[in-house]
Nanobody, 115 residues
């Protein structure tokens, strides 16, 4: 069992920055990869960024050059640094942990970017 707790969302103006955090607890040793997904109203959930246990990175084309995913293994925490935010980045952001047995999800944190 893996539990994920997210924080760092909020309301910012276009061009601003936010950093999301996701702390994992439980059976940490079973996690193969960590990631961030987002879901805007009326849209499907989409992958924003991911990082594997080996450090391989993956980003959605829409956020490349603006967002950075990182992790602190000692704290079992993954981060999403979001810069140059745009109104279209507005969504609920979900932390994800992938294991051999399936995926675990955080509760979601709201990010709203105003123009």
């Amino acid at each position: 069992q893996v539990q994920l707790v997210e924080s760092g969302g909020g309301l910012v103006q276009a061009g601003g920055s936010l950093r999301l955090s996701c702390a994992a607890s439980g059976s940490i040793f079973v996690i193969n990869a960590r990631g961030w997904y987002r879901q805007a109203p009326g849209k499907q959930r989409e992958l924003v960024a991911s990082i594997s246990s080996g450090g391989s990175l993956n980003y959605a084309d829409s956020v490349k050059g603006r967002f950075t995913i990182s992790r602190d293994n000692a704290k079992n925490t993954v981060y999403l640094q979001m810069n140059s935010l745009k109104p279209e980045d507005t969504a609920v952001y979900y932390c994800n942990a992938q294991t051999t047995w399936g995926a675990y999800w955080g509760q979601g944190t709201q990010v709203t970017v105003s123009s």
